[in-house]
């Protein structure tokens, strides 16, 4: 990590929301960073940057992509999450989990609305920002070993954007059985993911998504597990009812500022994809240009769209779980 941290050292649970706050490594040691006040990420300063996206961007281009992701989430929903949990929240003394928290956007953002509850970001390799609100602790962790928690110790575990992280059999051995592990009972699971499919499409819109599907596939992952994550959920018998919410996102400028926005991040979704897509097409790099390009004409024309979804639920009141 960078100049801003202490080497690794073995972490300790802070007492309260104002306790120092630690970021940890792998092994459940931590790194001790101790913040006053909490500032907006406005420069690639703001960070400490350790590559982590799965697509082949650039450290700036991550951190850029990340923020576009937040902001068009806040827009599109208009809020921070859809679980029934913020008189929770409000009240405070409860634990939050941010499961796959990367450079915590949206840990940093609902920490500073809820000073007096405790704030915990999780990722394999998070891009620890230099500053952040005293309630909030970064650990670094890998759920498909054992996140360094006792069970049911949480009140709200949060996950979004991880679809393109897990295979079908990692959702259902190893990351829904986990985050069940940790959370209280009653308490609420939220998940929130975009549908890897595009709506009103051209026949080049297709054929890129069709390939960029195959492309998800050789990589283990199942581009419509999106369209099971209830079933997954209701399969374990351990939640009370899981609740489904959709939206539709508009692809292009026909769409306005929004529009425009979500277009720049699928089409940066397919150019960071367009050396196995190139392949797949058979296509020269400049032939694959021209199709994204004609894409991004296209959307203007058909009226393409994608749509984005949170599955929520809580957790059985169960003995013996």
């Known amino acids: 990590m960078g100049n801003s941290f202490s080497p690794l050292r073995k ?23 101790r913040t006053e006040s909490f500032v907006s990420f406005n420069s690639q300063d703001d960070f400490d940057l350790e590559p982590t996206f799965p697509l082949s961007r650039t450290q700036l281009e991550q951190i850029k992509t990340w923020r576009e992701h937040h902001y068009l989430s806040k827009l599109t929903w208009g809020n921070d999450f859809s679980a029934p949990v913020s008189e929770w929240l409000k009240q405070g003394n409860v634990k939050v ?28 390799l998070p891009l620890i920002p230099k500053r952040y609100p005293p309630n909030v602790e970064f650990i670094q962790a890998d759920i498909k070993v054992r996140l360094p928690f006792p069970d049911s110790c949480f009140d709200f575990i949060h996950m979004r954007h991880m679809l393109f992280y897990f295979t079908e059999r990692d959702w259902m051995n190893y990351v829904i059985p986990e985050l069940l592990r940790i959370l209280k009972p009653g308490g609420f699971l939220e998940l929130s993911e975009a549908d890897i499919e595009w709506y009103n499409a051209s026949p080049i819109t297709k054929r890129l998504i069709s390939a960029a599907h195959n492309v998800m596939r050789m990589r283990g992952i199942d581009p419509f597990i999106i369209t099971r994550i209830s079933e997954i959920m209701d399969n374990t018998q351990m939640f009370v009812r899981v609740f489904e919410r959709s939206q539709e996102s508009q692809i292009g400028k026909w769409a306005g500022e929004k529009g425009e926005r979500v277009l720049k991040i699928c089409s940066g979704f397919l150019n960071g994809i367009r050396v196995p897509q190139c392949k797949l097409l058979r296509v020269s790099e400049d032939e694959y240009d021209k199709y994204v390009n004609t894409f991004k004409e296209d959307v203007n024309r058909y009226k393409t769209y994608c749509k984005v979804h949170r599955f929520y639920a809580a957790k059985r009141n169960i003995e013996g779980y």
């Open 97 to 124: 989990l941010d499961m796959g928290c990367g450079t915590g956007l949206w840990l940093i953002d609902v920490a500073s609305k809820f000073p007096t509850t405790q704030f915990i970001g999780v990722d394999i």
């Open 11 to 33: 972490s300790s649970r802070p007492s309260s929301p104002y306790s120092p706050t630690t970021s940890s490594g792998s092994d459940g040691s931590s790194i001790n960073s």
